[in-house]
């Protein structure tokens, strides 16, 4: 059954100086990762060292004070299993429908099949997108409690080495997409980044990528541009106009 890994994903950046930048995010190679795994045990224990406590310690604090109960604890597996029953359903959903389409056929049946599939997709879609919402508020909720810990430091500084290691400048031409170099050539830069533009949108779309959820960067400006304009007083159009 087809799996659909998605290798890739690029997309168009605004600068602060409203220059357009076409950028991508990749998946990780191995070395990548095990550099990045070596990064984050050397802050974890870097951390440690100055006096930050494990995830473990400060969450068995957060219990004695009822701040996490086994309720928030069941809230969190059930959330996770969703998300992975929705990412196994629309695997499966994937290989079915690209089996219907190989099979070449355009009867009604093999047509009502793939209406079928494609609105289950469509379902599942939205379940997975609803599940992970809820599962990444959940997530900041924690973070907001776990944050001063080793751990937390410890997987900041996992993220940003593989950020600065697959996000590129690109050129596309026709079907073919040529990497130009490295949007930041270490995680230093990375960090020291000024341009907000450019920071924001690269961080969006590697995290909804690594997440396996679509973006909808441009959606959300739209709507956001929306409100603003629908927040204005009514005279402020004219008055600029004039």
């Given at each position: 059954?087809?799996?659909?890994v998605?290798?890739t994903r690029v997309?168009?950046?605004?600068?602060?100086?409203?220059?357009?930048v076409?950028?991508r995010?990749?998946?990780?190679?191995?070395?990548e990762?095990e550099?990045?795994?070596?990064?984050q045990s050397?802050i974890?224990?870097?951390?440690?060292?100055?006096?930050?406590?494990?995830?473990?310690?400060?969450?068995r604090?957060?219990?004695?004070?009822?701040?996490?109960?086994?309720?928030?604890?069941?809230?969190?597996?059930?959330?996770?299993?969703?998300?992975q029953?929705?990412?196994?359903?629309?695997?499966?959903?994937?290989?079915?429908?690209?089996a219907?389409?190989?099979?070449?056929?355009?009867t009604?049946?093999?047509?009502?099949?793939?209406?079928?599939?494609?609105?289950?997709k469509a379902?599942a879609v939205?379940a997975?997108?609803?599940?992970l919402?809820?599962?990444n508020?959940?997530r900041?909720?924690?973070?907001?409690?776990?944050?001063?810990?080793?751990d937390a430091?410890?997987?900041?500084?996992h993220r940003?080495?593989?950020?600065?290691?697959?996000?590129?400048?690109?050129?596309v031409?026709?079907?073919?997409?040529?990497a130009?170099g490295?949007?930041?050539?270490?995680?230093d830069?990375?960090?020291?980044?000024?341009?907000?533009?450019l920071?924001?949108r690269t961080?969006y779309?590697y995290m909804?990528?690594?997440?396996g959820m679509?973006?909808?960067?441009?959606t959300?400006?739209?709507?956001?541009?929306?409100e603003?304009?629908?927040?204005?007083?009514?005279?402020?159009?004219?008055a600029?106009?004039?």
């Amino acid at each position: 059954m087809a799996t659909n890994v998605i290798e890739t994903r690029v997309f168009d950046c605004t600068r602060d100086d409203g220059a357009v930048v076409k950028i991508r995010v990749r998946l990780a190679t191995r070395r990548e990762l095990e550099a990045a795994d070596l990064e984050q045990s050397r802050i974890f224990n870097q951390a440690l060292l100055s006096g930050l406590p494990p995830r473990m310690r400060m969450v068995r604090k957060l219990r004695e004070q009822g701040l996490w109960t086994r309720e928030d604890e069941e809230s969190l597996n059930d959330l996770r299993s969703k998300v992975q029953q929705a990412n196994a359903r629309l695997t499966r959903l994937d290989g079915e429908i690209e089996a219907l389409g190989n099979v070449g056929s355009s009867t009604d049946a093999t047509a009502e099949r793939a209406a079928k599939l494609n609105a289950e997709k469509a379902e599942a879609v939205t379940a997975r997108q609803d599940a992970l919402q809820a599962l990444n508020r959940l997530r900041s909720e924690i973070d907001s409690m776990l944050g001063h810990t080793a751990d937390a430091k410890a997987d900041d500084a996992h993220r940003n080495f593989l950020l600065a290691c697959v996000a590129e400048y690109v050129t596309v031409s026709g079907d073919k997409t040529n990497a130009t170099g490295r949007v930041w050539a270490s995680v230093d830069g990375l960090l020291a980044e000024q341009d907000t533009g450019l920071l924001q949108r690269t961080v969006y779309e590697y995290m909804t990528f690594n997440a396996g959820m679509a973006s909808e960067w441009e959606t959300n400006q739209a709507a956001s541009a929306g409100e603003a304009t629908a927040a204005k007083p009514a005279g402020e159009s004219a008055a600029t106009a004039a």
